[in-house]
């Protein structure tokens, strides 16, 4: 398990999860408040795996050059990011444009059913 995180699991909880999951959390929602799009969420992902690499090592001895830990913590905390981002822009949508849009679940909004359609 460990080969595959390229840390120990407590440290992968804690560090990527808990602590780069949450700034994850705030850069999706930062990001869809300015209408940003999913390729710069991606970036700025890379960006805080790269972070969470380097604070492992530092912190907890874990080894800074792993690969495989570096691809796995990057992608939970771009699942993470792209997740809060999704519901953000979802929110925005239906709280910017209520005459037109509706919520369709948490990371969805459709077109009102009473909207009239200029076609």
């Not at 960006?47 to 690499?53: A, E």
């Not at 495989?68 to 939970?76: D, E, K, L």
């Not at 953000?88 to 077109?111: D, K, S």
Request: net charge positive; with cysteine.
């Amino acid at each position: 398990m460990e080969t595959l995180l390229g840390s120990s699991l407590a440290v992968f909880v804690f560090l990527t999860v808990l602590v780069f999951g949450g700034c994850g959390v705030l850069t999706g929602q930062t990001l869809a408040e300015g209408w940003k799009p999913v390729g710069s969420v991606l970036a700025y992902s890379l960006l805080l795996g790269v972070g969470d690499r380097f604070l492992a090592w530092g912190l907890f001895g874990e080894q800074l050059l792993a690969p495989w830990g570096f691809i796995v913590h990057t992608a939970v905390i771009a699942a993470i990011t792209l997740t809060a981002h999704r519901i953000a822009i979802a929110r925005r949508m239906v709280n910017q444009y209520p005459w037109l849009y509706e919520r369709a679940g948490p990371f969805a909004w459709r077109e009102r059913s009473g909207s009239a359609s200029a076609k």
